[in-house]
């Protein structure tokens, strides 16, 4: 073997045992920064920036995404304590020609904040989970809740659940920041049955959708100088900044939220996959059944297994006999942490034991079907935040692709069997080649689509000339870091995807996953990142030259967000 090769397995086997390990993390050491070296400290190695403005703290730091693929050793990191302090540093950096990037939770995949390799000597990073966490409720039919960016869903659901609010859907995770959430269009699963009636105020589509008013840091042709402007629902700008993936600053953001709900969830792990990812008009308990049944649905499904695992909610006001009664989030314990055993079975995968995926995958669907016995959460019940929210900062550290598939309620089975059909033919091929390029889960959700009026780069915004096609499959797989042939794998399922869900449907990236996927991994196929793209979105140009006008100097902006939104 020459010495590069033993350099790059060295550090492929680096990157996915360090991946492994880092599911270990304790939530304190999940996102956060490694360290802290205040600015004008005799350990600092950064030059500091001129004329920083006095009194804002700033300190050395590193960064690092979810699965610590993106790592920039020492960056300047900013901690502003109020909004007029974000205008002051967004001031200092137009005339100093620095760039500013907002900083939540770092639960991302791709380049939004800091691409990988990045130039950072010009760049502060600032600091929103601090200080920029302010809560505010509001009661009501339907209510609302006013907050800071910084703030995490964790902290707004609870805040909500107090005053007899919540949301209809939310992330799986709550260790992320609103201003993350928001800038991507994240969202849950689920969507209203046919014979629903839900409360005031609900959304099934994006969080973003939920949005009423936001503040953000924009430039003032009139002043000279970044203000803080407010934007409301009636004005046509406000729906760029709804989903802005990064280039620009929101402080503050007020969204409906309705009367909260009691949710029943039941866990499933007795359905052969070929039935749940079925043809359509098979019968049986596929997942759009479960969509038709009870709206709300999420397979998750590992290769080289016979049955995924499904998690069934519904709207149950009154306690079922024997659901257990949910008293807070993050029941599934035993999908939160990494056995010594899974982490065995990684170190052999990265050490070239490829043929040991499939003993992996099915010891991780082992782990699932007995830790929903053990801890006795195959039926829970409770309010809505405790069962939608399941995954903590200490799960394996996995990296995920993920689009939008946007098609009409009846052809959910279609869209979710093709996908099937195709990752299941891609992965024998690869397989009778020797290679196991895939030992994380795919996951599959269902939402309702965002309005027409609704945020412009939303993957799941309505398309106006397909008001039918009112239903979003949420299209996930995964594998883990540095798993050698993900990289051509991801781009053959990409390419498929994008050539296959057409005339019945239409496809958009999810923003904080991969996407634009080349043999050397995501983001680097410029015909999908400058053509594909933005050839998904209606009003793409809208939404760049928007946001440009509020940022013509691109303080909010990195190199991967130059060439996305030039």
Request: glycine share 10%; aromatic share 10%; proline share 7%.
């Amino acid at each position: 073997m020459s010495d590069e090769s033993a350099r790059r397995n060295s550090l492929t086997r680096r990157t996915l045992l360090g991946g492994a390990a880092a599911a270990g993390f304790a939530a304190a050491a999940g996102m956060r920064p490694a360290y802290r070296i205040p600015a004008g400290s005799a350990a600092a190695t950064l030059t500091t920036p001129p004329d920083f403005p006095a009194g804002v703290p700033l300190a050395q730091q590193a960064f690092r995404n979810w699965s610590l693929e993106i790592v920039v050793e020492n960056v300047w990191t900013a901690s502003a304590r109020t909004p007029d302090e974000v205008v002051t540093l967004a001031n200092w950096a137009h005339q100093h020609g620095y760039r500013l990037r907002a900083r939540g939770k770092g639960h991302t995949w791709s380049p939004l904040v800091l691409p990988a390799g990045a130039d950072t000597s010009r760049t502060v990073l600032i600091d929103t989970t601090t200080h920029l966490t302010a809560v505010d409720v509001r009661g009501g039919s339907p209510g609302s809740v006013t907050a800071q960016t910084g703030a995490t869903l964790d902290a707004i659901l609870a805040r909500l659940e107090e005053a007899g609010l919540g949301l209809a859907t939310t992330t799986a995770p709550g260790d992320l920041t609103l201003g993350g959430v928001l800038a991507i269009g994240g969202h849950g699963t689920g969507v209203p049955t046919a014979t629903e009636n839900p409360p005031a105020g609900s959304g099934f589509g994006t969080l973003s959708a939920l949005v009423t008013s936001l503040t953000a840091v924009v430039w003032s042709a009139a002043d000279g100088r970044y203000v803080l402007k407010t934007f409301t629902r009636g004005e046509a700008d406000l729906r760029a900044f709804l989903v802005h993936l990064g280039r620009a600053f929101v402080t503050e953001v007020t969204m409906t939220a309705a009367a909260n709900t009691r949710i029943r969830c039941q866990n499933w792990y007795d359905v052969n996959v070929a039935t749940v990812f079925g043809a359509p008009g098979t019968g049986g308990r596929t997942l759009g059944s479960y969509v038709d049944r009870t709206g709300r649905v999420e397979a998750i499904w590992f290769p080289f297994t016979d049955v995924p695992w499904l998690k069934v909610w519904s709207v149950a006001p009154d306690k079922p006999l024997f659901a257990k009664q949910l008293d807070g989030p993050y029941a599934y314990t035993f999908a939160n942490r990494v056995t010594e055993d899974m982490s065995k079975l990684l170190g052999q995968i990265a050490a070239g034991g490829g043929d040991k995926t499939p003993a992996f995958t099915k010891l991780a669907m082992s782990i699932v079907g007995s830790g929903l016995i053990v801890t006795g959460t195959w039926d829970v019940w409770g309010w809505s935040k405790n069962s939608l929210l399941y995954v903590e900062p200490t799960t394996l550290r996995i990296v995920e692709a993920g689009w939008a598939v946007l098609t009409s309620r009846a052809n959910v089975q279609r869209v979710v069997h093709e996908f099937h059909a195709r990752y299941q033919s891609l992965l024998t091929t690869y397989q009778n080649r020797g290679s196991y390029p895939v030992n994380g889960p795919i996951e599959l959700r269902i939402t309702g689509t965002d309005p027409v009026d609704g945020p412009l780069l939303s993957p799941a915004r309505v398309r106006p000339d397909h008001p039918e096609w009112d239903t979003v499959v949420w299209l996930d797989f995964a594998t883990y870091p540095g798993t050698p042939g993900a990289g051509p794998f991801f781009r053959e399922l990409e390419q498929w995807i994008w050539q296959n869900y057409t005339g019945y449907a239409t496809v958009r990236p999810e923003w904080s996953k991969g996407w634009a996927y080349t043999d050397d991994g995501p983001w680097r196929d410029s015909s999908v990142v400058g053509g594909t793209v933005p050839a998904a979105f209606d009003d793409w140009r809208t939404a760049r030259q928007t946001l440009n006008s509020y940022d013509p100097a691109r303080v909010f902006s990195n190199a991967f967000l130059d060439t996305l939104l030039p």
